[in-house]
């Protein structure tokens, strides 16, 4: 009987929800009848909130005083594209954003509502606190989702303007949210920038025993910001966030997903806003902040073949601390999470390729002393070529003059905060001007690159870093990789040098920068070491036919190794990546003349079995035998290989040997 009721009850909630009909707002008056105000206070489990208000778009909506009740309905729809005149945008993330939002929550009226709720029990931490407000207060509610609204504020608000304004705050319960073509911080009219000091802003909730002992944690889950996998209509999904003083996105939960918005730049996305100072005493944080936990986190593209080319993020720059910014752009803090990517990102960097953003900081710190990232292309034939990342760092250049790095080398690190327990893969990215790869070879006087990459060296000791040979050319690359432990293979990363970075290590005028900051800024292919294209059989050294890149002269070109835990394969979204090599140009080169002479290194006899070994060449090869030295013995075939060790056997006493190359 027990067990009938509760179907019964099941039943009923499933026919209110599924005949829920649209909550229509018809005024921007909040003490009125039809107002926004009223629909917030009277929500029901899957309500859609939509917009009719007369007259012509945007329609402002004042914060009401003590602001909105926080919304505790689950599987709500706030929408504002249903007001008439309001339209979604339709162009791709590399083309100006021509989005037209017609409804505006505005609390520059001061309005605002506390997020001090009360938790389970009153020693709960419930991440948020009585010097915190939101425009959107949502508690326990799962599955909002909130489009086409313009969210417009002050940074602080109160009394004595010691509270801080989120535009959206999401607490205890409330997972599954779609935040999607919204405007973050910016008005309609595309130029006016009003931020609240967060624009979306999560935290988690901890459950405390009278001891203060944390008993159990609930976090913010399964946040969509912009473009959600498998979209049907990419573009109509992405939001803007401008004029944020502490953090556009913070966010403390996992399975997180941002995809397909800007970040500190403005709708034609070549112009970035930089909030540095915007508001005195605000402390800027980053672009996004990604808190405790963290697992299976995206920033930007997911490569599974859908909606790649519009779920990349443009992000602007950032000034660093010292200069009264942060010191990088993203932040993973108290992270020790798995499976977290950031992909196919244009940061520091418009979306014509060209207009540089106002940067000077990492684009990540990485950190977590066990973490897994993966910054770039998992290279697994899936939209790799929308997966790396655009770096581009260190503009302008009278903000940030190269002989100022002298003054702390051990800084310059491309990721701020990388942890030696952790690991990066940094793969298929476009780099430009940035700081060593993954971090500075000064830091911790040294140490710390070694230390970092001892987890997959055979010994560390003996160099961490790959090299070129200093006689490649077009048509083939050749050079050495540390020796990887037991279990990890090797793939390398062949990549044009970029200049500007070059030049910038090189006017830093820091010693152990003489070669510069190198790094790769074009991929050209990857190779995989001691594997079946590998045309060098010596361990730990390669040499690979490039002739089909079809590069140029003179082209500087850097490598990157990537020790992959497993069978030899360029696809592992595991890989630790290396520093890059220094660069080296490419002489002039022809196919047809061999890489190397063929050198014989090792041959071992069992009975008339001798095993040859060798080096040089260009594959198949034919191992040839006769028995004397004489114009009368004939050259005999003993063997065909397309490797460089064979086994013969010998006839007779005395017998010679020779390898002709059967290849180019």
């Given at each position: 009987?027990?067990?009938?009721?509760?179907?019964?009850?099941?039943?009923?909630?499933?026919?209110?929800?599924?005949?829920?009909?649209?909550?229509?707002?018809?005024?921007?008056?909040?003490?009125?009848?039809?107002?926004?105000?009223?629909?917030?206070?009277?929500?029901?489990?899957?309500?859609?909130?939509?917009?009719?208000?007369?007259?012509?778009?945007?329609?402002?909506?004042?914060?009401?005083?003590?602001?909105?009740?926080?919304?505790?309905?689950?599987?709500?729809?706030?929408?504002?594209?249903?007001?008439?005149?309001?339209?979604?945008?339709?162009?791709?993330?590399?083309?100006?954003?021509?989005?037209?939002?017609?409804?505006?929550?505005?609390?520059?009226?001061?309005?605002?509502?506390?997020?001090?709720?009360?938790?389970?029990?009153?020693?709960?931490?419930?991440?948020?606190?009585?010097?915190?407000?939101?425009?959107?207060?949502?508690?326990?509610?799962?599955?909002?989702?909130?489009r086409g609204i313009s969210f417009l504020g002050p940074a602080t608000v109160g009394p004595n303007q010691d509270i801080s304004l989120y535009s959206v705050a999401l607490a205890r319960l409330a997972s599954g949210a779609h935040i999607s073509g919204n405007w973050f911080g910016l008005s309609p009219d595309g130029t006016t920038v009003a931020g609240t000091a967060d624009g979306i802003a999560g935290f988690r909730y901890q459950g405390r025993d009278e001891n203060a002992v944390v008993t159990n944690v609930v976090t913010i889950d399964n946040t969509v910001i912009g473009v959600s996998k498998n979209s049907t209509n990419a573009p109509a999904d992405f939001n803007i966030f401008v004029g944020q003083p502490t953090t556009p996105i913070v966010l403390e939960g996992n399975g997180t997903r941002i995809s397909g918005n800007y970040i500190m730049v403005l709708p034609n996305g070549t112009s970035d806003y930089n909030v540095t100072d915007l508001v005195p005493g605000a402390q800027f944080q980053g672009a996004i902040r990604i808190g405790p936990d963290g697992n299976n986190t995206l920033i930007g593209v997911d490569g599974d073949g859908t909606n790649d080319d519009n779920e990349r993020n443009v992000i602007g720059g950032a000034y660093p601390a010292a200069k009264g910014g942060y010191d990088h752009t993203i932040e993973f803090y108290n992270q020790n999470g798995?499976?977290?990517?950031?992909?196919?990102?244009?940061?520091?960097?418009?979306?014509?390729?060209?207009?540089?953003?106002?940067?000077?900081?990492?684009?990540?710190?990485?950190?977590?002393?066990?973490?897994?990232?993966?910054?770039?292309?998992?290279?697994?034939?899936?939209?790799?070529?929308?997966?790396?990342?655009?770096?581009?760092?260190?503009?302008?250049?009278?903000?940030?003059?190269?002989?100022?790095?002298?003054?702390?080398?051990?800084?310059?690190n491309f990721f701020d905060e990388l942890e030696t327990g952790g690991m990066v893969s940094v793969r298929g990215n476009a780099l430009i001007n940035n700081f060593p790869s993954p971090a500075s070879i000064l830091r911790d006087n040294g140490s710390f690159l070694s230390n970092y990459m001892s987890k997959v060296l055979l010994d560390p000791s003996k160099g961490f870093m790959p090299t070129l040979a200093a006689s490649n050319t077009t048509d083939r690359i050749s050079g050495t990789v540390p020796l990887p432990a037991n279990g990890y293979s090797v793939v390398v990363d062949l990549y044009s040098a970029d200049p500007e970075g070059i030049q910038t290590g090189q006017q830093s005028a820091v010693p152990e920068f003489t070669k510069g900051w190198v790094q790769g800024k074009r991929y050209l292919g990857s190779f995989t070491v001691d594997g079946t294209k590998d045309q060098n059989s010596a361990t730990g050294a390669f040499d690979f036919d490039i002739s089909a890149l079809k590069l140029t002269t003179n082209l500087p070109v850097t490598i990157a190794a990537n020790y992959i835990l497993g069978a030899p394969a360029i696809h592992n979204a595991r890989a630790l990546t290396s520093p890059f090599s220094d660069a080296e140009n490419l002489l002039p080169g022809s196919s047809s003349v061999p890489p190397a002479d063929i050198k014989i290194t090792s041959f071992t006899q069992t009975g008339n079995s001798l095993t040859l070994s060798w080096t040089g060449g260009n594959p198949p090869f034919t191992v040839q035998q006769k028995p004397a030295l004489d114009a009368t013995s004939q050259w005999t075939t003993a063997s065909t290989t397309s490797q460089r060790t064979a086994m013969v056997t010998m006839s007779g006493k005395t017998g010679f040997l020779r390898i002709a190359q059967n290849g180019p």
């Open positions: 009987m027990r067990i009938v009721t509760l179907l019964a009850i099941s039943v009923i909630l499933s026919f209110r929800t599924a005949l829920a009909a649209p909550v229509m707002v018809t005024t921007e008056d909040n003490t009125a009848q039809g107002s926004l105000a009223d629909a917030i206070t009277n929500l029901h489990d899957g309500d859609i909130i939509q917009f009719n208000i007369p007259g012509p778009a945007p329609h402002t909506i004042q914060t009401p005083e003590g602001g909105y009740p926080y919304i505790t309905a689950n599987n709500v729809t706030i929408d504002g594209y249903s007001q008439p005149g309001s339209f979604a945008n339709s162009n791709p993330i590399l083309a100006p954003n021509n989005a037209q939002i017609g409804i505006i929550l505005d609390s520059r009226n001061g309005n605002y509502k506390l997020m001090d709720y009360a938790g389970y029990t009153p020693n709960d931490d419930t991440g948020f606190s009585a010097s915190e407000a939101a425009i959107l207060g949502v508690i326990d509610a799962t599955n909002l989702t909130v798995t499976n977290i990517v950031i992909a196919g990102n244009y940061i520091g960097l418009g979306i014509d390729g060209s207009s540089r953003f106002t940067n000077g900081v990492p684009a990540l710190n990485a950190s977590g002393s066990s973490a897994r990232f993966r910054f770039g292309s998992d290279f697994d034939g899936v939209s790799d070529g929308f997966e790396g990342n655009i770096v581009a760092n260190n503009w302008p250049p009278d903000i940030f003059d190269p002989t100022e790095f002298a003054a702390a080398p051990d800084k310059l």
